[in-house]
């Protein structure tokens, strides 16, 4: 790969700066001749108003804002790397936020002339790079491992980028999308770090046994990505088929593709649904609310997902004191297992490090976790005697 190092100002690279802000895009720059973001690229995640500013206020003062890098393409110039600070400059200049300087906030048009020409005139090292596509994206991955880390799913886009990746991203990358707070119920994500497009993918390309990175690249030149839409979609409605009530913060970023796929074809009552999941995030005794949803998709035969509250240190010892008093006034273990039958412990009096506190009655049964319901079973008997 060929680079060629050049120098332009924030005002050559500005003019004819276009910025979506539905897509949260920086486009065009240089005339219309520079690609801004490629489809390779990240989204803009500059806009917390922190970084922003900071670029802003690194131009004023005159510091150096770091190399960056475009790739010559064939009929223009594409932002290879630092998209972030020139997006950041872009949106200043054209007037998309505010900084404060002197105390007061000020656009760009508000600035004193001087600071605004400091700005436009302020010089930008850039190294050109001309070579193959697996070239450009090979080093497009080396060097973006300053600043704001690629996560692995920027990587993917960058690698598989094509029709399906723009399409993908228009959809699943779009913090504009009406669906996005749907869907933040359950997905865990920031949709412009590709979060919430890795889950989509992540659903489907499990659903075929294969990994992300191979569905993209069986998928990389589709025009379309029905399947993947329609894959999430059929996700998300049957979570908000099963589950009916408004959705709990402990459903945002579950395993709803895995569930989904191990539970789907399984007939739930919703209302019958509801009222226990009511009921079990009303229960002291359960410690894992996230836990409740797979218990009742199972039909509440793993109790282990919700972490049922043990019996605490003062209600095993009351429940020991009390057992080992009675058994050694009538001869016989502690353990109310051993003392039946003929056992070789019908007699024995365990110590307490060597017992463990069991519901008498389950607590998937009903069962209470307080002194009422427990008893002292040695560890042998309380592990073979399990959930019964």
Request: aromatic share 10%; with cysteine.
């Amino acid at each position: 790969m060929k680079t060629d190092l050049k120098q332009y100002t924030v005002k050559d690279v500005t003019e004819g700066f276009v910025y979506n802000e539905y897509e949260g895009k920086g486009l065009y720059g240089l005339a219309g001749t520079l690609v801004i973001q490629p489809e390779y690229q990240r989204n803009y995640i500059y806009g917390d108003g922190k970084k922003d500013v900071a670029v802003i206020d690194s131009l004023l003062k005159g510091y150096p804002l770091g190399l960056i890098y475009f790739n010559s393409g064939v009929s223009h110039l594409e932002v290879l790397d630092g998209q972030q600070r020139i997006t950041s400059i872009g949106r200043f200049v054209t007037g998309k936020f505010a900084i404060k300087r002197d105390g007061k906030e000020q656009t760009f048009s508000s600035l004193p002339q001087e600071d605004r020409d400091k700005i436009l005139a302020s010089a930008l090292l850039v190294y050109v790079c001309e070579g193959a596509e697996a070239d450009i994206k090979k080093w497009f991955q080396t060097i973006n491992i300053a600043g704001v880390p690629l996560n692995s799913q920027e990587l993917l886009n960058a690698v598989y980028s094509g029709p399906f990746v723009t399409a993908a991203k228009a959809v699943f990358s779009n913090s504009g999308n009406a669906l996005q707070q749907k869907w933040a119920s359950y997905v865990k994500g920031d949709p412009k770090r590709q979060e919430v497009l890795e889950v989509a993918l992540g659903w489907i390309a499990a659903s075929k046994d294969v990994s992300i990175e191979r569905y993209l690249a069986d998928h990389r030149h589709d025009a379309g990505i029905a399947e993947l839409k329609g894959y999430f979609t059929s996700v998300i409605d049957w979570v908000d088929s099963v589950f009916t009530k408004p959705p709990d913060k402990e459903m945002r970023g579950l395993e709803w593709g895995q569930l989904y796929e191990k539970y789907h074809t399984t007939s739930y009552n919703a209302a019958a649904i509801t009222a226990r999941l009511v009921e079990l995030r009303g229960d002291p005794a359960v410690h894992s609310l996230r836990g409740i949803y797979e218990f009742l998709l199972g039909g509440e035969e793993q109790p282990q997902l919700l972490e049922v509250r043990l019996f605490d240190d003062k209600t095993k010892r009351l429940a020991y004191d009390k057992q080992t008093s009675e058994a050694q006034a009538a001869g016989k273990s502690n353990c109310s297992l051993c003392a039946v039958g003929h056992s070789a412990n019908a007699t024995k009096i365990w110590a307490q490090k060597d017992m463990d506190a069991d519901h008498v009655s389950a607590w998937s049964n009903g069962g209470s976790t307080d002194l009422s319901n427990c008893e002292m079973l040695c560890v042998t008997h309380n592990r073979a005697k399990g959930n019964r």
